[in-house]
T-cell receptor, first 113, second 110 residues
């Protein structure tokens, strides 16, 4: 089954404790992206990757890091989480061809205390 | 700054009615337009996409695109309570990235 898998789905952590949210897709997609979603603010792009070893900042990259060492994986790293990073996070991927819609993971709800 | 604007709602319609959701975008170079449905706490799922001016129909859903007016809409006929969700408009701009509106919350009352 074609899917984007994120882990963990739910996480409560404390300020400053480094964490990684993993994302993996099995559709051989070149493009992968991370979004955060907050009430009233919609989906905001954090980082995206056009292919292996190619990453770029989205609209809200501060406090986050990413890497793309393999095509299927695109982890999101919070080196020193803060309460304002409490949010619902989505990983998404898409292929090169039309129509180019995004396929989303199930989401990771992160709470930073 | 490329923008996609949607009325946040909530839009409330009775069961069986037509729900009309609207979206405007700022990038005249935009090529592809998408409607996603998102249930509370769940991930967005694609309902429809449209490239060309005019209408595109898929079951109870019709997407309408007017590039001259930079306007895209989604009509849901015979609305059902299960259609109650937030609908996200997304636009692929001239630089390739997908830009999302903040979504319109739809409530279908039995």
């Amino acid at each position: 089954e074609a899917q984007v898998t994120q882990n963990p789905r739910y996480l409560i952590t404390v300020t400053g404790k480094k964490l990684t949210v993993t994302c993996s897709q099995n559709m051989n997609h070149e493009y992968m992206s991370w979004y955060r979603q907050d009430p009233g603010l919609g989906l905001r792009q954090i980082y995206y990757s056009m292919n292996v070893e190619v990453t770029d900042k989205g609209d809200v990259p501060e406090g986050y890091k990413v890497s793309r060492k393999e095509k299927r994986n695109f982890p999101l790293i919070l080196e020193s989480p803060s309460p304002n990073q409490t949010s619902l996070y989505f990983c998404a991927s898409r292929g090169q061809g039309a129509p180019g819609e995004l396929f989303f993971g199930e989401g990771s709800r992160l709470t930073v205390l | 700054q490329k923008e996609v604007e949607q009325n946040s709602g909530p839009l409330s319609v009775p069961e069986g009615a037509i729900a009309s959701l609207n979206c405007t975008y700022s990038d005249r170079g935009s090529q592809s337009f998408f409607w996603y449905r998102q249930y509370s706490g769940k991930s967005p799922e694609l309902i429809m996409f449209i490239y060309s001016n005019g209408d595109k129909e898929d079951g109870r859903f019709t997407a309408q695109l007017n590039k001259a007016s930079q306007y895209v809409s989604l009509l849901i006929r015979d609305s059902q309570p299960s259609d109650s969700a937030t609908y996200l408009c997304a636009v692929r701009g001239s630089q390739g990235n997908l830009i999302f509106g903040k979504g319109t919350k739809l409530s279908v009352k039995p």
